[in-house]
């Protein structure tokens, strides 16, 4: 199986993004792929976590970065990015999808026109197969309005839309707080359940 190299970013922090990273490994790790994630934001949340079968290593800085993704052999390797486009920019020309979880809430679409244009200039720079896919992340069925903003934010990415969306549930910061993906502490859960859908996803934009 060839690697596939996953950027997430969103410039904006709290919007779900180191939590993709690990339950998406997770997720892939489960049915037995290997999966290593390059934890590149200078918070360093990824490293806390244990996820059987995924290997997490921390960098710091673009030449540590190359290093690790370049010497990664798992069929998956995932850049949890920092919260700065300035920062992520090495690493989208690493990649071969950049995923964009996104809240369906007022104001996350800014910045997006200059991710698009880092985009752009990877393609055009020797990456002309780079994707970009914005995943609905931290999606609250209770809050009538963010069934707008979806519907909004799929009609501004279109086919760049995935059709997956992970629900807002409390159950994720229990998981966190056990240093745990929540695909192994409640597997039985609507989180766990649309990350394996998110993974499944996933998998045919590889194939």
């Not at 790790?29 to 949340?45: E, L, P, R, W």
């Not at 079968?53 to 710091?60: K, P, S, T």
Request: proline residues 6%.
């Amino acid at each position: 199986m060839a690697r596939m190299i996953i950027a997430l970013f969103n410039q904006k922090g709290g919007v779900g993004k180191t939590t993709s990273a690990i339950n998406l490994a997770a997720a892939l790790a489960q049915s037995g792929d290997s999966v290593t994630v390059v934890d590149a934001d200078a918070q360093q949340q990824a490293v806390a976590y244990e996820v059987p079968g995924a290997r997490i290593l921390g960098v710091e800085g673009q030449a540590e970065l190359a290093q690790a993704v370049g010497e990664a052999k798992s069929d998956w390797v995932l850049i949890d990015c920092p919260p700065s486009l300035l920062e992520a920019a090495p690493a989208v020309p690493l990649a071969d999808l950049v995923l964009a979880p996104v809240p369906p809430k007022f104001g996350d679409l800014s910045g997006f026109a200059r991710l698009r244009e880092t985009v752009d200039a990877a393609r055009e720079r020797g990456n002309p197969h780079l994707q970009l896919k914005v995943l609905v992340s931290m999606r609250d069925s209770r809050v009538g309005i963010q069934a707008n903003y979806e519907a909004r934010l799929r009609a501004a990415f279109g086919s760049e839309m995935l059709d997956t969306v992970i629900p807002r549930a409390a159950v994720f910061e229990r998981a966190a707080d056990a240093h745990q993906a929540v695909v192994h502490y409640a597997p039985s859960s609507p989180a766990a359940k649309a990350y394996v859908a998110l993974a499944d996803e996933i998998r045919k934009l590889k194939a």
